[in-house]
């Protein structure tokens, strides 16, 4: 019908539904609605721009080929932040692995330019903000990303991650005192809580 040609107003369960059945406007829509935010979970797991973009694309091409799999038990969003943030992690642990001797950096090493510089124009407390979650383990970046930066509430992070309620807050209270703990020892912080910085930083 009129209008609804681009799929304009309709809800995502319902752009998923047409998009199974192959509509390609359907999937556009989504990606639309949803590629800000994708894009900005990449960003805030990995640091780099690039690698954000790509990323992200991934995150949506994967999504294209697995959705005649999405059965709607969650909504497409949840469904989609879940594929992308399994893409990132995957992504890090192999960049971990070559970048070991590093030492934990947001600007991991890019084999044909060097270090990848994470936007110049970032403040000192920022960047010791970014080391500190580039030291946790993944388990512990990914909630805290996901609660602090992207703002997911408890609820959401445990349907994206398949946890109870429970386990989302204690691993979340657990990633804010590790964090705390790091930027404290890195001197560039000062004395203010992390989490407070963090709640800037979303607010930003």
Known sequence: GFGFGRGEGMTDQEL???ARD???DAFEQLVRDN???IYTLAL???GSREDALDLAQDAFFQAWKALPTFQGESSFATWLYRLATNLCLDHLRTQKRRTQS???ALSLDDEENGPVQVAVERSERRRALERGLA???DHHRQVLIMRELSGLSYQEIA???DLDLGTVKSRIARARLSLRKIL???GNFFDSPASMEIERHRKE
Request: aromatic fraction near 0%.
């Open 159 to 161: 349907q994206v991650l």
């Open 135 to 137: 030291s946790l383990p």
């Open 22 to 24: 192959e509509d390609q």
């Open 184 to 186: 404290l020892e890195d």
């Open 35 to 37: 590629e800000k935010r």
């Open 44 to 46: 805030r797991m990995t």
């Open 102 to 104: 590093m030492g934990p």
């Open 16 to 18: 998923a539904a047409r």
